[in-house]
């Protein structure tokens, strides 16, 4: 996407939804005559200092009718979000009084911005680099409070400290190479080297853990997913609407009755979770419910977490062999304790190593022991998590996965051919000038500001 960056741009920045106020933001060299055209006292603004919050009334330039009551905000280049001239206005958070103001400030010379396009001027004109701008999309999209102190670190820049050390050491490292390959002789040159080994080495594993921390953090990147899963009639649907505490589910004692996922967010233990209902594991000629079962087992390879729900009063089925394979992340409702006691299944759990509950699902007054009991082992899926402030999506892992990947080949070929180990660091380099945004092509950009919202 190519970007007229001489434009000026308009757009809604809160959500687009009612709401009592409203944030509009107008960014280019435009902004202060555009808006002023559209408000009065129009000489008010003009005069008023930047960063100074006054009340206006926003008006149609064609008939001088009032559209709103407003509070604006200026902000002169380069002191300002985007690093360009911005003005901020709050009004009422109306959808007609919305799209009434930005069609004004279109008519009177802005254009509507893309998705991320404040954030990406905002980039371009040196505010921020692309590690702070991930981490924006990264404070918006945070699924657990750990996600977000993470996010919060990156966009407060705490990822520099490690990431410029990186850097400052492997330059360090190329220019002592390559003076050795200029006067192989020097002895200062050669004690030099022995520590070169160790430097690049630690470099290398801290990079691999920061891989680690994604690759086990990925788990929840699009939601903290906790199917309740089982056989048919096992009591899924009562759990499901006993935690939602309405009857959001369809219970019944016709087997099959749940065929699709249907799922809600719910807050347990201070962590906000997607809960599912599934559909009964069983075998099945009904092509719809196949459908349903085969979303089920996909949903369980991406859970967080698995609430397995099994009668009381059944024996463990082949379906439920096969969901056990999942040890580490299931826990057990045994359910219909006030048919039998679940003896036997208790002692499975024991002999298992899952966490398990006893309950008749009916009973009210067993939510909160249910939602306790689940808000624990949540608590210790998540707990478990670390959340890299530096690795934090696809394209800083892969750019994590070449620097590891290029430096361990530098540790195999250390002990000759300087000239091949200068070009690993120096990809390495690369690497790094290309996670912080220093030698990102268009297309890369266009891929990262797609996934913003527009109005960031």
Not at 31 to 36: N, Q, T
Not at 407 to 424: C, R
């Amino acid at each position: 996407m190519l970007l007229n960056i001489e434009k000026t741009i308009a757009a809604l920045s809160t959500g687009n939804v009612k709401s009592a106020l409203a944030v509009i933001r107008v960014s280019g060299k435009d902004a202060f005559s555009i808006v002023g055209k559209c408000i009065n006292p129009s000489d008010t603004f003009k005069e008023i200092p930047p960063k100074t919050i006054c009340l206006y009334r926003f008006t149609s330039v064609q008939n001088q009718r009032a559209i709103d009551q407003i509070t604006a905000i200026k902000y002169l280049a380069p002191n300002s979000y985007t690093g360009e001239n911005m003005v901020e206005i709050l009004c009422h958070g109306g959808e007609i009084i919305i799209e009434k103001i930005l069609s004004e400030l279109v008519k009177n010379g802005a254009v509507i911005a893309g998705k991320g396009e404040f954030t990406r001027r905002a980039f371009l004109n040196g505010k921020m680099n692309l590690v702070k701008v991930e981490a924006i999309q990264g404070l918006i999209n945070s699924q657990v409070d750990k996600e977000y102190k993470a996010a919060m670190e990156s966009y407060l820049e705490g990822y520099k400290q490690i990431l410029f050390k990186w850097k400052n050491t492997l330059k360090e490292i190329v220019r002592n190479i390559e003076a050795e390959i200029e006067f192989p002789d020097e002895d200062d040159i050669k004690k030099k080297k022995k520590n070169h080994l160790k430097k690049i080495i630690k470099i290398r594993k801290d990079i691999e853990m920061e891989i680690k921390k994604r690759q086990k953090s990925q788990i929840i990147e699009k939601g903290v997913f906790v199917p309740i899963v089982g056989i048919t009639n096992a009591g899924k649907s009562s759990l499901f609407n006993l935690m939602l505490e309405c009857e959001r589910s369809i219970v019944h004692w016709e087997e099959g009755t749940t065929r699709d996922m249907v799922s809600e967010d719910i807050l347990i233990a201070g962590e906000k979770i997607k809960l599912l209902d599934t559909a009964g594991l069983r075998n099945t000629s009904s092509n719809v419910e196949q459908i349903g079962i085969k979303k089920t087992q996909e949903y369980i390879n991406k859970a967080a977490l698995i609430i397995w729900v099994t009668p009381a009063n059944i024996q463990i089925t082949e379906h439920e062999k096969i969901l056990l394979k999942k040890k580490g992340k299931i826990i057990c409702i045994i359910s219909k304790t006030d048919l039998m006691d679940g003896d036997t299944k208790k002692k499975f759990c024991v002999a298992n190593h899952i966490p398990y509950f006893g309950a008749c699902l009916k009973d009210k007054h067993e939510r909160k022991r249910i939602v306790d009991f689940i808000g624990k082992e949540v608590k210790k899926i998540i707990g478990t998590l670390e959340f890299s402030s530096l690795v934090r999506n696809q394209r800083q892992m892969n750019l994590a996965d070449s620097m590891a990947k290029q430096l361990h080949a530098v540790e195999k070929l250390y002990s000759s051919g300087e000239e091949i180990i200068s070009l690993y660091l120096r990809n390495v380099l690369n690497d790094i000038g290309e996670m912080v945004g220093d030698t990102t092509n268009e297309e890369i950009l266009d891929s990262i500001f797609s996934e913003f919202c527009i109005g960031k």
